[in-house]
């Protein structure tokens, strides 16, 4: 034990001499030598993700040298970007002789730049303030950037010192690209669901045939409204480098989309949908990857809308893209884990309402059929919205209205047969909800004869999911419970139905596709 303590006082010593000498005046002059290294693009779409050091998106890097036989100190470096980045500055104490100082730059970019239609011009601005001997002095560089308006993707921003020429050189801001995945979007979302009740109201979360299903119906929504495939226009980009990218909702109003608009448009349509998505980029190609409830991957070659064939077709074919890419050089991105490190969409301009009626897009097939229902006449017509405490969704208008008992929305079907039922607590855990459900079943004299865990969608959000199989007096029946929180909210949005009732089973996911937040 004594020589431990022995020990650690030498280190400290030595630490207290090492610094001592550091920073002990050497009769010399410090001399400042640096070199800045700038991007000259910002991507306006994804400024949300240039403030977070985690993400490595730095705009600027400044390198400095103290080249002297004296201390520099008191170093303070600023940075602005003109218009759309405040001043933020980062000091430090002292550089020694013979040092050298790294200092990266994460800019806070303004929302304003989401308002940009076209690349603007820009200036970096850095300021290096430091002491010399006691002495203060200056160095002020500028530096020329454009913001890039709200569509514009430039595949790579490593300058040419930097690259490789590599594919993965050439495409290292790919995952940049989820950016313009716009799950939460209400215009997305509705057509999503349209899609989906064209399908029958199909559970895609629930299994890999229901996803299949409602993959399809969307699909299809797309097929009858003359969707269809164009290519870049080249006119457009004097670099292959550069791509106008639309957002799904850009796609939908236009009825088309080059392969990376298509690849990101299905790709967001399915996360909807509660599944998991992704955009595979090859040489000169982009298409998506859909992950079924089972974990099994489909690929889909978005681009055969073009060809009005069959989901299951665009599937077929888009296997034959996944060998393809396989063979050569590929980058698969996963949209979920980078928008869960901060890469999201920006603010878009809000949509009426009835936009999509105004953009022709309707769910009338070639035989006449129109969308609307679910096989049961209990679910079948028009549908109205509830709006509760913080929540709302949607339900047949001919039921009656739900009733709220204070954290307790209930909704029953005209026949009885089938409950709707949103509860919530401020403060609770999802573990809270979860016992406080299962314990009103049991005080119920509901028996719980299985329970299957699992994950669905709702809102945008994932959530833990319960599938239940329950039995009381009254028969067998079942209950899907989807537990989550949300702004220090618990929620549990359950449906129940007669065992086996398949129209009832997707008449509750219909209800929860309409499911919303605020």
């Known amino acids: 034990?004594?020589?431990?303590?022995?020990?650690?006082?030498?280190?400290?010593?030595?630490?207290?001499?090492?610094?001592?000498?550091?920073?002990?005046?050497?009769?010399?002059?410090g001399k400042l030598e640096y070199k800045v290294y700038a991007k000259k693009d910002i991507i306006s779409a994804a400024y949300k993700a240039y403030g977070n050091p985690k993400l490595g998106m730095w705009v600027a890097k400044v390198v400095l040298y103290n080249t002297g036989k004296g201390a520099i100190r008191n170093i303070k470096i600023s940075y602005s970007i003109d218009t759309y980045s405040q001043q933020i500055s980062k000091t430090y104490p002292i550089l020694v002789p013979g040092g050298t100082l790294v200092d990266l730059y994460y800019?806070?970019?303004?929302?304003?730049?989401?308002?940009?239609?076209m690349p603007t011009p820009s200036n970096l601005r850095i300021r290096i303030e430091y002491e010399v001997n006691g002495k203060k002095k200056t160095e002020e560089i500028t530096k020329s950037l454009q913001i890039l308006g709200i569509h514009d993707f430039i595949f790579s921003s490593l300058s040419p010192e930097e690259s490789t020429g590599s594919f993965y050189d050439a495409f290292s801001n790919a995952p940049l690209i989820v950016a313009w995945v716009t799950t939460t979007d209400?215009?997305?979302?509705?057509?999503?669901?349209?899609?989906?009740?064209?399908?029958?109201?199909?559970?895609?979360?629930?299994?890999?045939?229901?996803?299949?299903?409602?993959?399809?119906?969307?699909?299809?929504?797309?097929?009858?409204?003359?969707?269809?495939?164009?290519?870049?226009?080249?006119?457009?980009?004097?670099?292959?480098?550069?791509?106008?990218?639309?957002?799904?909702?850009?796609?939908?109003?236009?009825?088309s989309g080059t392969c990376l608009d298509l690849a990101i448009w299905f790709a967001t349509l399915a996360t909807t949908q509660g599944l998991k998505a992704y955009i595979v980029f090859m040489p000169g190609h982009a298409f998506p990857l859909i992950q079924l409830p089972s974990g099994s991957i489909i690929p889909v070659e978005a681009t055969a809308i073009n060809s009005k064939v069959s989901f299951q077709d665009a599937v077929k074919?888009?296997?034959?893209?996944?060998?393809?890419?396989?063979?050569?050089?590929?980058?698969?991105?996963?949209?979920?884990?980078?928008?869960?490190?901060?890469?999201?969409?920006?603010?878009?301009?809000?949509?009426?309402?009835?936009?999509?009626?105004?953009?022709?897009?309707?769910?009338?097939?070639?035989?006449?059929?129109?969308?609307?229902?679910?096989?049961?006449?209990?679910?079948?017509?028009?549908?109205?919205?509830?709006?509760?405490?913080?929540?709302?969704?949607?339900?047949?208008?001919?039921?009656?209205?739900?009733?709220?008992?204070?954290?307790?929305?209930?909704?029953?079907?005209?026949?009885?047969?089938?409950?709707?039922?949103?509860?919530?607590?401020?403060?609770?855990?999802?573990?809270?909800?979860?016992?406080?459900?299962?314990?009103?079943?049991?005080?119920?004299?509901?028996?719980?004869?299985?329970?299957?865990?699992?994950?669905?969608?709702?809102?945008?959000?994932?959530?833990?999911?319960?599938?239940?199989?329950?039995?009381?007096?009254?028969?067998?029946?079942?209950?899907?419970?989807?537990?989550?929180?949300?702004?220090?909210?618990?929620?549990?949005?359950?449906?129940?139905?007669?065992?086996?009732?398949?129209?009832?089973?997707?008449l509750g996911e219909q209800i929860v596709s309409t499911f919303r937040l605020g």
């Open 317 to 506: 074919m888009g296997l034959q893209t996944w060998q393809k890419a396989t063979q050569g050089p590929y980058q698969v991105i996963d949209i979920a884990e980078y928008q869960s490190d901060g890469i999201i969409p920006p603010e878009l301009p809000q949509l009426p309402p009835n936009v999509l009626k105004e953009w022709g897009i309707s769910a009338q097939t070639q035989g006449g059929g129109a969308e609307g229902g679910t096989g049961n006449q209990e679910g079948g017509g028009e549908w109205v919205i509830y709006n509760g405490n913080g929540f709302s969704f949607q339900y047949p208008a001919n039921w009656q209205q739900p009733e709220d008992y204070g954290g307790y929305v209930y909704l029953v079907s005209n026949d009885e047969e089938f409950e709707f039922i949103v509860m919530y607590a401020q403060g609770y855990t999802v573990q809270d909800m979860v016992q406080s459900f299962e314990q009103t079943l049991q005080e119920g004299g509901i028996t719980i004869k299985a329970r299957k865990e699992t994950q669905a969608d709702i809102a945008g959000i994932t959530a833990y999911a319960v599938l239940y199989s329950l039995s009381s007096q009254y028969g067998d029946f079942a209950a899907v419970a989807r537990y989550f929180t949300s702004g220090g909210t618990a929620y549990a949005v359950i449906y129940d139905f007669p065992r086996n009732n398949q129209e009832y089973n997707q």
């Open 186 to 255: 209400p215009v997305v979302r509705e057509f999503a669901d349209m899609g989906n009740r064209l399908a029958g109201g199909a559970g895609a979360s629930l299994s890999d045939e229901e996803a299949i299903k409602s993959l399809s119906g969307i699909w299809q929504l797309a097929v009858v409204n003359g969707f269809s495939y164009k290519t870049e226009p080249s006119s457009y980009w004097t670099s292959k480098a550069a791509q106008h990218v639309m957002y799904p909702r850009d796609v939908i109003r236009d009825k």
């Open 1 to 29: 034990m004594r020589a431990k303590i022995v020990g650690s006082i030498v280190l400290v010593g030595l630490l207290l001499f090492s610094m001592f000498m550091y920073a002990k005046p050497s009769g010399g002059e």
């Open 107 to 117: 800019p806070i970019i303004s929302s304003d730049v989401t308002k940009l239609t």
